[in-house]
């Protein structure tokens, strides 16, 4: 399916009108019977075990086998990448090539891999023992000043956090897949590609250009340089949380427009920054985009589909992940995917009059024979002010507080408000796992005194949520099972922290001489603290999935 995003003028209201007249796709994704990498990491549970470094090669060489059973029944010698720029396939004529085009590889977050090809190889690719099913790869969309002071952002800033600091989000970086970013605007650090792709900007840290298959995420849209800055702003114009810093990872082309394969990548790029060997870890991860499930909610556009399934597995491995609820109206189950993940946290749209946008998608969605609550929560999503891109189609858009800024609405301006939060409260808050942060914004969340279809808990209260007590962990609903945890459990296997804001060491940091444990030497008991602390395996996230090229950031 193609991802799109979620503005107002992209998803008219609802209709119900025969799935495949709705849904557009490039090709199908194929997931392999094996069990990914986050699920075996989930099953083994002691830190530094041979076993989980065995299972891991043996899922390597049985996806590489799977790979090369493909390519024997399409009768075909290799596999080719192509840049995912939509409108320009042709699988028939591919058929007559030597080779199949790669649209992405997964084996994190997902086991699989994503082809361009017709519908006929499809069934003959599904006589293949390995594969555990195909889906189609959807198109997905976009979705698209003083919106801050409304949900106390501002006050959070004032507050002490560790060390003493204020609380701006400083130490947490945020994964924003979208359009790319503007890193030239000076809200967003002002720097050079070049600086980007070193880690040598202050604001933005190197991604990846999966529409493009190239290093320089630059924004050719627009849309992701506003949900960036709204996200974390250090310019003229603060966003919700200034200190944080953005990870940029390109899916969406200069039209809005990608598809489930490249956000799926993007997610497993994600997913790899966890591991030690890594410059900087994602902990929280914004989504501004989604794909139209027109209320028929299955295998393919829903809780199970490809990549709902990569949001709850890297919620697993304990990135944050916010995600707009859609643009589609308000009728109900209207919630587009990856919205419908169960782990995520799926946002709908308010005015600052504190009323649902009626743009805003409306829940439940329905899955399995039952209803489960969609969205989560509520932030300011008209007329935001944010930065205006100027390698972007969208700089021609109303301007707002000065030339460099401009007015956009829709769910894709309300998640980066949570994205935002979710950074403040885990800088005050270091150790909490993605439930226990989704969980305190619900408890403190405003009601509107709306359906819970409609504002999910109410509307975000930065302050509260930031001051809040350790929250009791909480099984998020779901319908059927949900992949097994990759990290170990606040009260099952180690003792809960405090909810205090005493001195926590930083994500980021790391002492000079690797002694963490302070006995003189670096030894295996410095390596468990720490993996303790990052909630990691050592040997989790140190592989390479695809062939996109050399990149200083994670390969991903």
Known sequence: MYLVLNRVNFFPRAAKFPVDQQRKSRGYIIEFKDPPALAISADT?????????????????????????ILRRLGKESFSQKRQVLGTTDPQASQQAETVSLLGEYTDAFNGIA?????????????EPTVKR???????????????????????WQLKGPYGKGVTGDGINVAVIDTGVDYTHPDLGGCTADQVM???????????????????????NGHGTHVASTIASSGSLKGVAPGA??????VLDSGG??????????????????????????????????ANCWGFYDNDCGPNDPVSQSVDRASTAGIVMVISGGNSGSAASTIGSPGTARTAITVAAATKAKQIADFSSRGPVIWAGKNFNKPDITAPGVDICAARSTTGMLGSRPRCFDDTHILLSGTSMSAP???????????????????????????????LGVD???????????????????????????????????????????????????????PTATPPNGDFNGDGKVDVGDIKLLLLDRFIDIFDYNRVVGNYGTSVSPKP
């Open 452 to 506: 819970k279809n409609a504002q999910g808990a109410g509307l975000v209260d930065a302050l509260a949520t930031v001051t809040s007590a350790h929250p009791a962990a909480t099984p998020p609903p779901s319908p059927s099972p949900l992949p097994s945890p990759s990290v170990p459990v606040c009260g099952k296997t180690y003792p809960c922290p405090s909810s205090t804001t005493a001195p926590l060491p930083s």
């Open 198 to 220: 070193a880690n040598q900007c202050s604001k933005v840290l190197a991604g990846y250009d999966f529409a493009n298959q190239d290093r320089d995420p630059l924004d050719d």
């Open 245 to 250: 810093r953005i990870i940029p990872y390109k």
């Open 115 to 127: 082809l361009d090809i017709t519908s006929a190889q499809v069934e003959e690719i599904r006589k």
């Open 134 to 156: 195909i889906s189609p790869n959807y198109e997905v969309t976009a979705t698209l000043m003083d919106s801050v002071p409304l949900i106390n952002a501002d006050k959070v």
């Open 417 to 447: 408000h949570i994205a935002g939060v979710v950074a403040l409260v885990l800088q005050n808050h270091i150790v909490w796992t993605p439930q226990q942060v989704k969980d305190a914004l619900i408890k403190y969340a405003i009601d």
């Open 257 to 290: 427009s990608g598809t489930f394969a490249n956000v799926m990548a993007a997610i497993d790029a994600a997913v790899k920054t966890q591991g030690l060997l890594y410059q900087y870890q994602v902990q929280v991860v914004n989504m501004s985009l989604g």
């Open 45 to 69: 549970k002691s830190v530094l075990r041979d076993e989980t470094s065995r299972r891991r090669m043996r899922l390597t060489t049985a996806h590489n086998e799977a790979k090369k059973n």
